[in-house]
């Protein structure tokens, strides 16, 4: 296949890179959108400290002159091999510039804005549409919903084969996107070796350190002493990973290099917390809010990587300014004895809304079990999705061997970029 046709066949997959915030029940399909033509600009109006735009399709938009200049494109004032503004316009401009001339080209390609000093920005509408407030809610890349799910989702999983990721990508964009506005993905064919995970991350960006390291081994069935009940066959009540950091690594990587026999045996468990938390907030209102506002101590202390004592404070759930949730933080094996502030008589009921919302997880319209294969990997957005496990038996021979990884959001988005600039995706 051409490059131009591979390009061709990738454009369905332009992403949004403003973290999804569910809002609503989503069809099991991918969030991207194809970018609209841009509009050229049909007129450019100078009015007190503003410029009104009128674009071709009719719509309008109105920017301070103070912007326009701010983000003027000549070199005097952006290095476009560095991208970065060389001035501050705190320093060297006038809070209530206004220009001496605002000129359209007949094609309506170009706006040109002279200032008093005799300087001249020169704007592509291409460049005006991207980026000018207010136009990028209808021209940039959108991304407020995310697909919610509960315990039906195992069927439609998004399942992605590891070596068209590791040598595509188009596909490994693909991929991030489905990350993103699924939660849940599952990886197969790996090879059933160690370390596997660690090259499947670098292959993006690199591993998040933490204090288990750049990866973790976990092996039950051994002679090995566990450190953690997670390397046991204990249950494993559904959490979120290492919510004892101010920023827990926004993606786990649970790769299943050896496994027991059975259909069952060393099965994992999976809910999607915004698809719960949605559901507590229109049962409960005030539930939903005591886990918004009142923040959980969460804490671990040991030695692994490193000697470690960590603790942090956060509400199980995160809101955004408008309200949406942004983030779903629940452990409930490191959840310290200590709460914020004064609760008082509301402590009483902060533990009635756990218990709502722990309920709700657990349930059988929320949560699904998998058991994994060798050569699987789940990828978990891990500030949203849960995961855990039941008891289950080792008998002699048996092992179960995985490795747990991490990566940061920013890394992950950040190759997402670099892939469509280079398949130059809108």
Same mark, same amino acid.
């Given at each position: 296949?051409?490059?131009?046709?591979?390009?061709?066949?990738?454009?369905?997959?332009?992403?949004?890179?403003?973290?999804?915030?569910?809002?609503?029940?989503?069809?099991?399909?991918?969030?991207?959108?194809?970018?609209?033509?841009? !509009?050229?600009?049909?007129?450019?109006? &100078? +009015?007190?400290?503003?410029? =009104? *735009? /009128? @674009?071709? %399709? #009719?719509?309008?938009?109105?920017?301070?002159?103070?912007?326009?200049?701010?983000?003027?494109?000549?070199?005097?004032?952006?290095?476009?091999?560095?991208?970065?503004?060389?001035?501050?316009?705190?320093?060297?401009?006038?809070?209530?510039?206004? !220009?001496?001339?605002?000129?359209?080209? &007949? +094609?309506?390609?170009?706006? =040109? *804005? /002279? @200032?008093? %000093? #005799?300087?001249?920005?020169?704007?592509?509408?291409?460049?005006?549409?991207?980026?000018?407030?207010?136009?990028?809610?209808?021209?940039?890349?959108?991304?407020?919903?995310?697909?919610?799910?509960?315990?039906?989702?195992?069927?439609?999983?998004?399942?992605?084969?590891?070596?068209?990721?590791?040598?595509?990508?188009?596909?490994?964009?693909?991929?991030?996107?489905?990350?993103?506005?699924?939660?849940?993905?599952?990886?197969?064919?790996?090879?059933?070796?160690?370390?596997?995970?660690?090259?499947?991350?670098?292959?993006?960006?690199?591993?998040?350190?933490?204090?288990?390291?750049?990866?973790?081994?976990?092996?039950?069935?051994?002679?090995?002493?566990?450190?953690?009940?997670?390397?046991?066959?204990?249950?494993?009540?559904?959490?979120?990973?290492?919510?004892?950091?101010?920023?827990?690594?926004?993606?786990?990587?649970?790769?299943?290099?050896?496994?027991?026999?059975?259909?069952?045996?060393?099965?994992?468990?999976?809910?999607?917390?915004?698809?719960?938390?949605?559901?507590?907030?229109?049962?409960?209102?005030?539930?939903?809010?005591?886990?918004?506002?009142?923040?959980?101590?969460?804490?671990?202390?040991?030695?692994?990587?490193?000697?470690?004592?960590?603790?942090?404070?956060?509400?199980?759930?995160?809101?955004?300014?408008?309200?949406?949730?942004?983030?779903?933080?629940?452990?409930?094996?490191?959840?310290?004895?200590?709460?914020?502030?004064?609760?008082?008589?509301?402590?009483?009921?902060?533990?009635?809304?756990?218990?709502?919302?722990?309920?709700?997880?657990?349930?059988?319209?929320?949560?699904?079990?998998?058991?994994?294969?060798?050569?699987?990997?789940?990828?978990?957005?891990?500030?949203?999705?849960?995961?855990?496990?039941?008891?289950?038996?080792?008998?002699?021979?048996?092992?179960?061997?995985?490795?747990?990884?991490?990566?940061?959001?920013?890394?992950?988005?950040?190759?997402?970029?670099?892939?469509?600039?280079?398949?130059?995706?809108?």
């Amino acid at each position: 296949m051409s490059a131009i046709a591979r390009l061709l066949g990738r454009r369905n997959s332009i992403l949004s890179w403003v973290k999804p915030l569910c809002t609503a029940s989503a069809p099991a399909t991918s969030n991207v959108r194809l970018q609209p033509s841009l !509009p050229s600009v049909a007129s450019a109006r &100078s +009015s007190d400290q503003n410029l =009104t *735009i /009128t @674009w071709t %399709d #009719g719509r309008t938009v109105t920017v301070p002159f103070i912007y326009l200049r701010d983000n003027c494109q000549e070199k005097e004032s952006y290095d476009p091999h560095f991208n970065q503004r060389t001035f501050n316009p705190a320093f060297s401009v006038d809070l209530h510039i206004r !220009p001496t001339a605002v000129d359209v080209d &007949s +094609s309506g390609d170009v706006v =040109t *804005i /002279t @200032w008093p %000093d #005799g300087h001249a920005s020169r704007f592509q509408s291409s460049w005006l549409a991207k980026h000018c407030p207010g136009r990028k809610s209808h021209y940039g890349r959108v991304g407020d919903t995310c697909h919610r799910w509960g315990s039906e989702y195992l069927p439609d999983m998004p399942r992605f084969e590891y070596s068209p990721l590791m040598r595509d990508d188009g596909s490994l964009l693909e991929f991030i996107e489905r990350v993103e506005s699924h939660g849940l993905v599952l990886v197969e064919d790996m090879p059933k070796k160690a370390h596997e995970v660690v090259r499947f991350m670098e292959r993006i960006a690199y591993p998040r350190i933490t204090n288990y390291g750049s990866s973790s081994t976990i092996i039950v069935g051994t002679d090995a002493t566990p450190t953690r009940i997670g390397y046991t066959s204990q249950s494993l009540d559904l959490h979120t990973d290492l919510p004892f950091y101010s920023q827990p690594p926004g993606i786990a990587l649970l790769h299943t290099i050896e496994h027991l026999p059975g259909p069952t045996q060393g099965g994992n468990l999976f809910a999607d917390g915004f698809h719960v938390a949605e559901q507590l907030r229109e049962k409960n209102p005030s539930a939903f809010q005591l886990l918004a506002s009142q923040p959980v101590l969460y804490l671990d202390k040991g030695k692994d990587y490193i000697e470690f004592n960590l603790e942090y404070w956060q509400p199980v759930i995160s809101l955004n300014s408008s309200g949406k949730i942004a983030s779903f933080q629940y452990n409930n094996h490191i959840r310290g004895p200590e709460f914020a502030g004064s609760l008082g008589e509301k402590l009483f009921d902060w533990y009635g809304a756990w218990y709502e919302i722990s309920r709700l997880l657990h349930s059988p319209e929320n949560m699904f079990r998998f058991k994994m294969h060798a050569g699987q990997m789940v990828v978990i957005d891990n500030s949203r999705v849960l995961h855990g496990r039941p008891e289950f038996e080792v008998n002699p021979g048996d092992v179960r061997h995985a490795e747990l990884a991490y990566m940061g959001w920013d890394e992950v988005r950040s190759k997402a970029r670099v892939i469509m600039d280079k398949l130059q995706m809108e």
